[in-house]
């Protein structure tokens, strides 16, 4: 009996170093990470892992005259998987890594699923992650989307993790968080999909979903069948669209979708009805003699054009086996298990209503 209990007291003391007691050491010993990149390495199985951490030498008086590149310093090491490439991190930077602050998962749009999914599930076991964290493919190089920061946002915080808690920042609600896209990934019926992070003129950029099917490559859907995808799916947050009549060019902004869904098994697939509601605010139109037929016209032309754009993300869908809108959850939620892609046949209705101001009102 002695025997056993010094055994587990020896397993407890050996275990100390590996629970994740980093807030014993003091601030200069510990690596905070605050994103975690990964991408092809040049090594044979290897892959290639960049941690970002924040500057802890700043101080609150520095941050306005602080450059901007001196806010975040980026480790880099190559690893075949998570758990050794925390422990190479370690070893790098001579800190006890710390992920309980994490933010981001980013990876470029070309890495497959099957190379994701040990990433996914290893961050998912380690307890002091939090699942909140977001995660995101991106156009390579990784480095400049991982270290942006806003110039209204100073450090320690990241522009990214903002950018995607920010309510009007985004057309679309198309960011996962950690647990959605393990959840995702794990129902039958539905292909995970992450947003594609661009930056454009110094600003993030993110018109384009990357999806995944089970096997093969990733495919990047389209800036319409995104815009598809976003109305099909309620991701709709405060779109607008432009609608050309007439020769010119007519706004619509500030657009709210409602949406009602119906899918049942058919032969061959499945059979969707979904009908959405569009409500918004329409720009002057060109001068017209009667101002009501114009504003019906534009509306009919809206309608079009959404239903445009959701057949083509259907399309898109049945083209590459992927359903990112969980159409076939709901029928292959009984089986409990995944099965083939199961075609979509859709019947997409489009109701648009429109306020104006001035003689629209």
Request: aromatic share 10%.
């Amino acid at each position: 009996m002695m025997a056993r209990r010094l055994a587990w007291s020896l397993s407890g003391l050996l275990a100390l170093p590996l629970s994740g007691c980093w807030d014993v050491h003091p601030l200069e010993d510990q690596g905070i990470v605050l994103a975690i990149g990964v991408s092809h390495g040049s090594q044979k199985g290897a892959l290639r892992w960049t941690f970002t951490f924040p500057n802890v030498t700043l101080s609150p008086s520095s941050l306005t005259s602080v450059k901007r590149r001196e806010q975040y310093y980026d480790v880099t090491v190559h690893a075949s998987t998570f758990g050794d490439a925390v422990m190479r991190a370690q070893q790098k930077s001579s800190r006890i890594i710390y992920l309980g602050q994490l933010q981001g998962l980013i990876w470029p749009d070309t890495l497959s699923w099957r190379q994701l999914w040990p990433i996914v599930a290893a961050l998912n076991a380690q307890g002091p992650i939090p699942k909140t964290f977001w995660m995101m493919a991106a156009t390579p190089p990784l480095q400049a989307v991982m270290k942006f920061v806003s110039p209204q946002v100073v450090a320690p915080r990241t522009y990214l993790a903002t950018y995607f808690d920010c309510v009007h920042c985004q057309p679309f609600s198309l960011a996962q968080r950690g647990w959605e896209f393990w959840s995702h990934s794990l129902t039958p019926g539905v292909s995970p999909y992450v947003p594609l992070v661009n930056l454009e003129h110094g600003n993030v950029a993110i018109r384009q979903i990357v999806v995944y099917p089970s096997s093969g490559h990733p495919v990047l859907y389209s800036p319409q069948e995104t815009e598809g995808f976003g109305f099909l799916s309620g991701k709709v947050k405060r779109a607008a669209l432009s609608v050309h009549w007439n020769g010119h060019t007519v706004e619509l902004t500030k657009l709210h979708d409602g949406r009602s869904v119906s899918v049942r098994k058919a032969p061959g697939g499945i059979m969707v009805n979904e009908t959405l509601r569009v409500s918004g605010f329409i720009g002057e139109p060109p001068a017209e003699s009667s101002p009501l037929r114009s504003q019906n016209l534009i509306r009919r032309l809206a309608q079009q054009r959404i239903v445009t754009w959701c057949l083509a993300a259907i399309r898109q869908a049945n083209n590459t086996r992927t359903d990112p809108f969980g159409y076939a959850a709901s029928v292959l939620w009984s089986q409990g298990k995944r099965t083939p892609f199961l075609p979509i046949h859709a019947h997409i209705t489009v109701s648009v209503s429109l306020k104006g101001e001035g003689m629209l009102r």
